[in-house]
T-cell receptor
Framework: GAVVSQHPSRVICKSGTSVKIECRSL??????MFWYRQFPKQSLMLMAT?????????EQGVEKDKFLINHASLTLSTLTVTSAHPEDSSFYIC???????????FGPGTRLLVL | SQQGEEDPQALSIQEGENATMNCSYK?????LQWYRQNSGRGLVHLIL?????REKHSGRLRVTLDTSKKSSSLLITASRAADTASYFC????????????FGGGTRLMVKP
């Protein structure tokens, strides 16, 4: 199957700093990438959908100025958590799909801890 | 918003027993998918069942879909300790452009 990587796998940062998470499709071109957040023992919540070369579409309740998403190429999307706070501590998972209606392939996730 | 609801939320069984997890959803769908997640890890795609399919098998996995009841079940037969994980259903709703909506998940523990 198609492979999606995320970097870093784990990050600890101080409150107020910004953190960038990369999501890469290694062996396919991801026209669409999705970003999810998962709190402990909870399900995945879709944060935003991004199509290559265009602005991301954010789900209700997700602040676009706080969670900056860039999908500049068909193999890379980045999520930047700006001015991170402890409540942003979570597991962030991305996925990529080759197109509308295509299967999503998930990355291994990034665990963010904000102190 | 979460579309899928899963039950049970947690399930503990002995190795060798079968495990059944259920998922209900609210809107019409293109397909329903089941994923597995080991603690603190990413998702592993298990099986996809389309809206015009009623049952699908993959190894020890059996998935059913009842669109009239808007529900699906995942059966793991002859469970193993290594099956211990969380299992999520996710729906790909019509007109949603392959956006997935995940259920709350079932935490399965298989005791050796």
């Amino acid at each position: 199957g198609a492979v999606v990587s995320q970097h870093p796998s784990r990050v600890i940062c101080k409150s107020g700093t910004s953190v960038k998470i990369e999501c890469r499709s290694l062996d396919f071109q991801a026209t669409t990438m999705f970003w999810y957040r998962q709190f402990p023992k909870q399900s995945l919540m879709l944060m935003a959908t991004s199509n290559e070369g265009s602005k991301a579409t954010y789900e209700q309740g997700v602040e676009k100025d706080k969670f900056l998403i860039n999908h500049a190429s068909l193999t890379l999307s980045t999520l930047t958590v700006t001015s991170a706070h402890p409540e942003d501590s979570s597991f962030y998972i991305c996925s990529g799909a080759q197109g509308a209606g295509e299967t999503q392939y998930f990355g291994p996730g990034t665990r963010l801890l904000v102190l | 918003s979460q579309q899928g609801e899963e039950d049970p939320q947690a399930l503990s069984i002995q190795e060798g027993e079968n495990a059944t997890m259920n998922c209900s959803y609210k809107t019409s769908i293109n397909n329903l998918q089941w994923y597995r997640q080991n603690s603190g890890r990413g998702l592993v795609h298990l099986i996809l069942i389309r809206s015009n399919e009623r049952e699908k098998h993959s190894g020890r996995l059996r998935v059913t879909l009842d669109t009239s009841k808007k529900s699906s079940s995942l059966l793991i037969t002859a469970s193993r300790a290594a099956d211990t994980a969380s299992y999520f259903c996710a729906t790909d709703a019509s007109n949603a452009g392959n956006m997935l909506t995940f259920g709350g998940g079932t935490r399965l523990m298989v005791k050796p």
